[in-house]
Nanobody, 122 residues
């Protein structure tokens, strides 16, 4: 059993930056590829970014390419989402999620965090 806790959300103005963190906790730990998803009011959950366990492979939604950067520090059991040039359209609850199977991002989802709110004002 692995638990993920997101932090770093908040209120920022358009054009600003924010860094989200997702830290694994619990009695056991496994090596996972990790992803970020978000859900805005009235919309379905959407993929944002993902990263392999080693960090050698990253994936981004077209809507955030060039603005968001996913990274990780395995020694800290933490994955990050650095967000810059934020837009009101980025307003959503952001969730981190592990890949279901292991170190390679397959898109099959495993453990979820509880989410952190990001609000971007115009």
């Amino acid at each position: 059993q692995v638990q993920f806790v997101e932090s770093g959300g908040g209120l920022v103005q358009a054009g600003g930056s924010l860094r989200l963190s997702c830290t694994a906790s619990g009695r056991t730990f496994s090596s996972y590829a990790m992803g970020w998803f978000r859900q805005a009011p009235g919309k379905e959950r959407e993929f944002v970014a993902a990263i392999s366990w080693s960090g050698s492979r990253t994936y981004y939604a077209d809507s955030v390419k060039g603005r968001f950067t996913i990274s990780r520090n395995n020694a800290k059991n933490t994955v990050y989402l650095q967000m810059s040039s934020l837009k009101p359209e980025d307003t959503a609850v952001y969730y981190c999620v592990s890949d279901k199977y292991g170190t390679t991002w397959t898109g099959e989802l495993g453990y979820w965090g509880q989410g952190t709110q990001v609000t971007v004002s115009s």
